[in-house]
């Protein structure tokens, strides 16, 4: 029987834990689950009878140390800042390991002694990332296998509500952490490159320099660039594509509301709001408008937004912005935390809500003289709050991985991205039986 | 005979040392000047009797050591970074000192050990700050000793050219660290305080929230909000004022021009331009524009400005912005390098060129149940380009306060800003005699 140690049952881990014990019986497997929280791990396991829930700080590398040394594989779900202490146990302990995280650069400079010791780390088997590597690198091979010419990459990705629970003019809920959803895009400048000339927008226009996709079926979407999409070329083999774009998806019409909010300041989350605790929406919003007697805080936002091309504030309205009855009550906050305070208690998913996982890759390429398009969509629908689309397109691909890594069916040793063959075929084909299908369309241009 | 050690013969220096070796004779002092560069100091010093010039590096501990020992009164007019151990050694060494920067959190905690120790520790002692100060609570006390009630305090200031050198179409050129004015507002949100609403305005709003103000005999001239207006209410004694504001003066129209390189994100600092050695202008602008065919860079930057209500391009065009012709040949560079290497070459100020320093405070107040106004503002123009007007705002008051100690007129002991009544006095007096007037304007409102 082999062991599987499972670090964080999380949101995200729900459907991975359903499939690792789905799959259990049939592969000889037990599933141990570690969480700080002994009650989610059972409610989780749900007295699987290959499922052990244990409960130990998972940080603390004495008390972790012997369940990694009896297990066969560890699946990190832990905080990315956490995976590299585990990477080091599991080096030293030599045991293989599985992140959906982004690589740091601490954790690929164990590349050469991860390979050494026979072992597989494999990082970034999401959804994104994680999918939008594997579905990319499928089509970029083929288009290569073809001797083609790949000479534009443009890939999207948003995280949605499902067109039934899509009820709020903003056609947007939080279906992941707000505090994300309300920093997206600050820090650093977007860089993309578009036919070999280099492009950066900083944060200021991110919500403003939108490419417009459609999705059959599913309506019109918007896509905003996000911080770094150079180094994508590296990693897909396609070093020298004069054109490279990375996006988030957002219905039409979001990304135009939501600038407003960057434009006032009420993202920064940089400095203390004097008084934060005393604060309604209204004041709040006010203090980021000019002083101005004998006109009202919405006729002076109305002002303001008209400069941005937003003629309507039926949206802003309908979010309370204006409401001066009742104080946001936080202490010592930024303005990006007032304003997820104010976003959550709108954007929260209702009990029935599902959300939406959607992405698009475009390709443009050169092929027996022929300049050709393939645009590549997948839709993924969450089946309820808990087998989320979110945790669908992480779970799968992860525990499918599990499998592949327990059933020796990967050859590749270091620290690993899903972009080779022998690891997205199987994960994508089997991906397809749990709904992950991409859709592809072709055409000569 | 008095010994006074002057630590840095930069610039801002010159009327410093020519001041204080004027005063030398009739005083008894002994000035003792020390830079990196022996030539440097020996050229300021002009073989004058009373000055000895001296070369180690005051930032060595050891070398300085003795020197400081020795004086009995030090000026640092080194980087402010290093005023705290220069500061440190003062105390140990029980010396007076003076700096023309403004106090650090670290200075400031020195001052219970200063006063202990029956020292002074002048700082923020220049123009801005120093100047600002003095004139502004020379005011506020005048105000108070009436019993009126001061309800609203705007002040600016700006280093800008003398009428008869403003001769490019942006009306500016760099009298001061060009560095800085790329950067100027970045990093922290401008917070001020308006009719007791507490007003905020990020970066990227700054320069298109704008106060008009007219100097007599100088013309028009517009206010940007400086970062911190709130921390002046405790300074000046007024922690209850409804308002208070402060900004920095620059000619009309020159925000709304500079407004759009912050738009385009061409004074971002915080990343590394692909190729930036290969860059011409006219790509490192189009880098920050969208990719159209079939248009012009220069059109696609008039659309741009268009949003933010600049109809003409002819000051970038006379920048060279759009030049194609030249590269800029800065390794690694950030966006902000590569713009102030282009405004350098146009905005330097020619041989015969002379600066000139504007500030203007403006208080409101209710008096013997009036509402009065008061507009107090001064104009200083640099002689030439050594004794500037940067550079006689800096040196006069340092100098001056210089003498007051020595010649045991302040009272008052600790680490000390130049808000009371001994220090401001005697300086403002003096400073009249150096052509820096403020003229005041009053009148019931």
Not at 111 to 136: C, R, T, W, Y
Not at 278 to 292: M, S, V, W
Not at 340 to 351: A, D, M, Q, T, Y
């Amino acid at each position: 029987m082999k062991r599987i140690l499972l670090l964080g049952a999380g949101l995200s881990a729900s459907t991975l834990i359903k499939y690792l014990l789905e799959q259990a019986d049939e592969n000889n497997w037990q599933l141990r689950v570690v969480d700080r929280s002994l009650d989610l791990v059972k409610s989780k396991l749900a007295d699987h009878p290959k499922g052990v829930a244990l409960s130990f700080n998972a940080l603390d590398r004495n008390e972790r140390w012997e369940e990694l040394q009896q297990a066969d594989l560890i699946i990190s779900m832990l905080p990315a800042r956490f995976h590299l202490e585990i990477a080091k146990d599991c080096l030293e302990l030599k045991k293989n390991l599985i992140t959906p995280s982004y690589v740091s650069p601490e954790m690929n400079a164990l590349h050469d002694q991860v390979k050494d010791a026979d072992l597989i780390f494999m990082n970034e088997i999401g959804v994104d990332p994680g999918i939008d590597h594997m579905s990319a690198m499928r089509i970029v091979d083929s288009i290569k296998d073809q001797d083609g010419e790949i000479i534009g990459f443009k890939s999207y990705c948003g995280g949605l509500v499902a067109p039934e629970s899509d009820t709020n003019p903003w056609n947007y809920k939080f279906t992941w952490n707000p505090r994300n959803v309300v920093l997206a895009a600050q820090g650093d400048t977007a860089r993309y490159i578009d036919r070999h000339q280099y492009k950066y927008i900083p944060y200021t226009q991110v919500f403003s320099r939108l490419d417009n996709i459609s999705v059959e079926g599913y309506g019109e979407f918007e896509g905003y660039a996000n911080r770094d999409s150079l180094s994508y070329r590296h990693i897909y083999g396609l070093d020298e594509i004069p054109t490279i774009y990375r996006g988030t998806l957002r219905k039409s019409g979001f990304c135009k509301s939501w600038n407003i909010f960057i434009q006032l300041g009420l993202t920064d989350d940089s400095f203390i709001l004097q008084d934060s605790e005393n604060l309604t929406p209204r004041n709040f919003l006010n203090a980021f408008l000019p002083f101005e007697e004998e006109i009202t805080v919405e006729a002076k936002f109305l002002n303001f937004c008209r400069k941005w091309g937003v003629d309507d504030i039926s949206r802003y309205q309908w979010l309370g912005l204006f409401d001066d009855s009742v104080k946001i009550g936080l202490k010592d906050a930024t303005p990006a935390q007032v304003l997820e305070k104010i976003l959550v208690e709108k954007w929260v998913l209702g009990p029935q809500d599902k959300d939406m996982l959607v992405m698009v890759h475009q390709f443009t390429y050169l092929l027996n003289g022929e300049r050709r398009f393939i645009e590549s969509s997948m839709v993924n629908l969450g089946d309820d709050q808990i087998h989320t689309a979110m945790s669908k397109t992480v779970g799968y691909p992860v525990g499918i991985c599990a499998k592949l890594i327990l059933q020796d069916q990967i050859t590749e040793r270091g620290v690993l991205l899903p972009t080779k063959p022998e690891i997205y075929n199987p994960i994508l084909d089997e991906l397809e039986a749990h709904g992950v299908v991409f859709q592809e369309l072709e055409k000569v241009i």
